[in-house]
């Protein structure tokens, strides 16, 4: 995760929004990125941490076996990113901060089509939420990118409540 919070790091120093992306096997980076094209005059919602670090591993690794990736984000995959990685055959998934807004990660599986219903994924959120936390507060104090969403409320709160517990 820390290499994903270095990720997200310098997709802020960019003017990005501080999502940064790790693929591992077995403890091994396999991939990694951030989040690209949300502060340009090009922003789309395609150029997320998880596709752009996906489409790199499978142009490097095209025969790797995704069943066995972990998925590091410092935000909780969106719903396009989290069935993106799922029918890639990614089935473990670490975040660091939860996306109130557009986490993708509730979805119920077991209620939806055949090619869904089977799938079992193992979900871990939390991991150095508050490094996450204070990138993602830090994005909002400065960019115009999400402002007045429900997520940026919210980390707005979060981190002055976190801030406010620790003195």
């Known amino acids: ?14 003017g990005e929004f ?3 992306c790790v693929l ?13 094209n949300s502060g340009s005059a090009s922003r789309n919602e395609l150029d997320h941490a998880e596709s752009i670090t996906l489409r790199s591993l499978l142009a490097e690794q095209p025969r790797v076996d995704c069943s066995k990736i972990t998925v590091y984000s410092t935000l ?16 473990r998934f670490i975040w660091a901060y939860e996306d109130v807004m557009g986490g993708g990660t509730a979805l119920p599986l077991a209620q939806l ?3 869904y219903r089977e799938m079992h994924v193992d979900l871990l959120p939390g991991l150095l939420r508050n490094e996450s936390l204070a990138l993602f507060a830090r ?12 997520l940026a409320s919210y980390t707005c709160a979060e981190f002055q409540r976190i801030d406010r517990a620790n003195g």
Request: aromatic share 8%; proline share 5%; hydrophobic share 50%.
């Open 1 to 14: 995760m820390e290499v994903a919070l270095a990720e997200a790091q310098l997709a802020l120093e960019a």
């Open 18 to 20: 501080p999502v940064g």
């Open 24 to 36: 591992a096997l077995d403890g091994k980076i396999l991939a990694q990125g951030r989040r690209r």
């Open 76 to 91: 909780e995959p969106c719903l396009m990113c989290f069935s993106t990685l799922l029918l890639s055959g990614i089935r």
């Open 113 to 115: 089509a055949p090619l």
């Open 139 to 150: 994005f909002f104090q400065e960019h115009s990118y999400w402002q007045g969403s429900l």
